[in-house]
């Protein structure tokens, strides 16, 4: 009887045990899996913050971006790749305080996809306010020198009075402008020049002149900003009458016949004006360099030379350079730019 009572309590006893071993394995399963929840959470909340964080970085890369990036008209919306996002920015305008300023409202979204989840983008967004410049290049001489002497010889005219009339544009025939304003001194050896007043010889410095031009020369200048043409002009008979491009050249040009056109003519080192050499518009230089007295060339608009530093001694033999306001106004517009305003750049949501 004692041994038959002891294999029923081994039984018993061994039952027990297993049910306490599963209940064990269970727990431990519970814990495991609660321990992968947790860690999964947190790993996919990190993901999620970073993520987030990233995609707003993006937003205001773009709309940065966007805002430096912006020559002439304000475009509606653009994409633009940044890291692991997009950016997407759109413009709208919202306020004209006169023709020259418009207040512009900007809105960039970023978004970043996770390869894990990938129907789950992180969306962030930021936006903020900028003001259009539409004209930036005061509009003060038919010819800016930032220094050195400059010697008008021969056949050499610079007139600031205005060749523009109503019929070529509707702001035409104004009052016009100085003649030449420099940071040096002009000497006339069979040469003339005048104007409203004929010459503003005011500015003690390159840096003055340069100043007073508001000119981002450091921004239009480099290779990595983008214009419209670069390295050589367009085909001007293709293009619309009325389109004054951005036409940038990296380096020393003597621009001859068949550099003629019109809009903004950026050369980023000496610029020469060459043989029957005409031009619209507004041409900025690194430096004036000398004109020889059977080149003649034509310039109706504004000539700024000297933005690298103060222009050194030239002899300009021949050729006119006069303004014209028409010519100015449109390539002025072709130069117009967004300043972000101070403050005003927040995140939306």
């Given at each position: 009887m004692?041994?038959?009572?002891?294999?029923?309590?081994?039984?018993?006893?061994?039952?027990?045990?297993?049910?306490m071993v599963v209940m064990f394995l269970f727990a431990i399963a519970v814990a495991s899996a609660t321990g992968y929840l947790v860690v999964g959470s947190e790993f996919a909340m990190s993901n999620a913050s970073r993520d987030g964080n990233e995609a707003l970085a993006v937003a205001r890369a773009g709309l940065h971006r966007f805002s430096s990036e912006q020559l002439g008209v304000v475009g509606d919306s653009v994409s633009y790749a940044i890291?692991?996002?997009?950016?997407?920015?759109?413009?709208?305008?919202?306020?004209?305080?006169?023709?020259?300023?418009?207040l512009y409202y900007l809105r960039s979204e970023g978004t970043v996809t996770n390869a894990r989840y990938p129907g789950i983008p992180a969306r962030r967004v930021v936006s903020g306010y900028a003001?259009?410049?539409?004209?930036?290049?005061?509009?003060?001489?038919?010819?800016?020198?930032?220094?050195?002497?400059?010697?008008?010889?021969?056949?050499?005219?610079?007139?600031?009075?205005?060749?523009?009339?109503?019929?070529?544009?509707?702001?035409?025939?104004?009052?016009?402008?100085?003649g030449i304003a420099t940071a040096g001194t002009v000497v006339t050896s069979g040469g003339t020049y005048a104007g409203n007043p004929a010459?503003?010889?005011?500015?003690?410095?390159?840096?003055?002149?340069?100043?007073a031009a508001r000119i981002r020369w450091d921004v239009l200048s480099s290779a990595s900003f983008p214009v419209d043409f670069e390295g050589s002009p367009p085909n001007f008979a293709a293009l619309p009458a009325d389109s004054f491009p951005v036409v940038r050249y990296s380096g020393n040009l003597t621009a001859?016949?068949?550099?003629?056109?019109?809009?903004?003519?950026?050369?980023?080192?000496?610029?020469?004006?060459?043989?029957?050499?005409?031009?619209?518009?507004?041409?900025?230089?690194?430096?004036?360099?000398?004109?020889?007295?059977?080149?003649?060339p034509q310039v109706r608009g504004m000539l700024i030379a000297g933005l690298n530093a103060a222009n050194p001694n030239e002899r300009i033999q021949s050729g006119s350079f006069d303004y014209h306001s028409c010519n100015v106004y449109s390539a002025n517009a072709s130069l117009s730019y967004l300043?972000?305003?101070?403050?005003?750049?927040f995140e939306v949501g």
């Open positions: 004692s041994g038959m009572a002891s294999a029923r309590r081994s039984e018993r006893e061994g039952g027990f045990v297993l049910a890291g692991d996002g997009i950016a997407q920015v759109t413009s709208r305008r919202v306020f004209v305080q006169d023709s020259l300023n418009h003001w259009h410049r539409r004209n930036p290049i005061p509009l003060n001489a038919a010819v800016w020198v930032s220094g050195g002497e400059l010697r008008l010889e021969a056949s050499t005219s610079i007139d600031g009075a205005d060749h523009a009339t109503l019929a070529d544009c509707a702001g035409g025939a104004t009052v016009g402008v100085t010459l503003d010889a005011s500015y003690a410095s390159y840096s003055d002149l340069y100043n001859h016949y068949w550099w003629n056109g019109r809009g903004v003519l950026i050369v980023t080192g000496r610029f020469r004006p060459g043989y029957q050499f005409e031009w619209d518009g507004i041409i900025l230089a690194g430096e004036l360099d000398g004109v020889r007295n059977w080149y003649q300043e972000i305003v101070d403050g005003s750049i």
